[in-house]
């Protein structure tokens, strides 16, 4: 998929790419590393020999301060969302290119007579997989996801900071594109803001001590 919209880039199509390449890249580098490394090297040819609009540009550029923190920010799967016990999963592979057999009944709405009786089957089985006691326990689950999934975006904001004034201290000299992209990050949500300042707060007790 990636490969197919970088193969004749636009502006839309390099941005899905790397919205892809997000998500997916940590489990891609570890099973297809040299794949990974062309699709990086063709956004760093795109980086610096394409007419593509600056947004899109800087985003290649966060996707490589990212890829040098070993996506670590994007987890194949987000712990919020790991709810069936590895013993009960089932994986189910598709390919892009499988031919699609769609199940045109689905598409019609076919009244069930036993439609309490069945719903109660359908809940009965959902917690014995997602290990469900009660109602009250599905709720405190819920909201406990939602702090999860509030404090995993925290943390990925902060390490990709953290990752930035890295990838600074490791530059022999000045180059302005870090500091650029900062500035592009906190205009873009205050809680960069708040991120840098912790970030450069701890690098200050650091050095202190």
Do not use: W
Request: with cysteine; net charge negative.
């Amino acid at each position: 998929m990636v490969a197919r919209l970088l193969k004749n880039p636009t502006d839309d199509s390099v941005v899905l790419a790397i919205e892809l390449m997000k998500e997916c890249e940590q489990k891609l580098s570890q099973v297809y590393p040299r794949t990974l490394d062309s699709f990086f090297s063709k956004l760093g040819i795109l980086l610096h020999q394409s007419s593509l609009d600056k947004p899109t540009l800087c985003m290649i550029q966060i996707l490589f301060v990212v890829r040098a923190g070993y996506f670590n920010a994007y987890p194949p799967i987000p712990s919020g969302l790991d709810l069936v016990d590895e013993d009960d999963q089932f994986t189910h592979i598709i390919e892009l290119d499988n031919p699609c057999e769609p199940i045109l009944m689905l598409d019609v709405f076919q009244y069930d007579k036993q439609f309490e009786e069945n719903e109660e089957k359908y809940r009965k089985i959902r917690r014995i997989i997602l290990d469900e006691t009660s109602d009250n326990d599905e709720e405190d689950d819920r909201m406990e996801n939602e702090n999860q999934q509030s404090l995993i975006d925290q943390m990925k904001k902060m390490e990709v900071c953290q990752i930035i004034i890295d990838s600074c201290a490791q530059r022999r000299r000045y180059e302005p594109f870090l500091d650029l992209l900062s500035e592009r990050l906190c205009l873009l949500k205050s809680e960069y803001v708040e991120c840098f300042e912790k970030a450069f707060h701890d690098q200050c007790d650091v050095a202190q001590h």
